[in-house]
């Protein structure tokens, strides 16, 4: 936390950051990521999300009802996903794959299925299709 505060401190001395960024909404997100379940936090606390797809760090699909949403938030990086993966699935009694597809049922009772590459493919949420590029 305190490494995230320096962090945050340097950039506004040096001046290097753009005045509509708030460091301190970034340090947050930074800490979230770095120890806690970064975006995922506010959909796993939201009784109406009964499924969570991470397709990719910028791309995290959500079931509500019968519903399937693209969510509006996403992880900075594959490796902060990653993390946060691992930490979902440690808990859940199972470990991350090096890619494939790994599955679980968290303690609140939502289903988590993330797609690692080579198996993640970008999803067309406006046409209920993958798309490839």
Not at 104 to 113: E, I, K, P, S, T
């Amino acid at each position: 936390e305190r490494l995230v505060r320096d962090q945050a401190a340097q950039l506004r001395a040096s001046g290097d950051v753009v005045e509509d960024v708030d460091l301190d909404r970034v340090s947050a997100d930074a800490m979230a990521e770095l120890v806690g379940l970064g975006p995922l936090t506010e959909l796993l606390e939201d009784d109406q999300v009964s499924e969570i797809q991470a397709l990719r760090p910028d791309q995290l699909l959500v079931r509500r009802s019968e519903i399937v949403e693209q969510a509006d938030v996403g992880f900075t990086g594959e490796l902060a996903q990653r993390r946060v993966l691992g930490r979902l699935l440690h808990q859940a009694g199972t470990s991350l794959p090096d890619s494939g597809v790994a599955e679980c049922r968290l303690a609140r009772g939502a289903y988590l299925v993330a797609l690692l590459p080579p198996a993640s493919r970008p999803f067309d949420v406006a046409h209920g299709r993958t798309t490839f590029t």
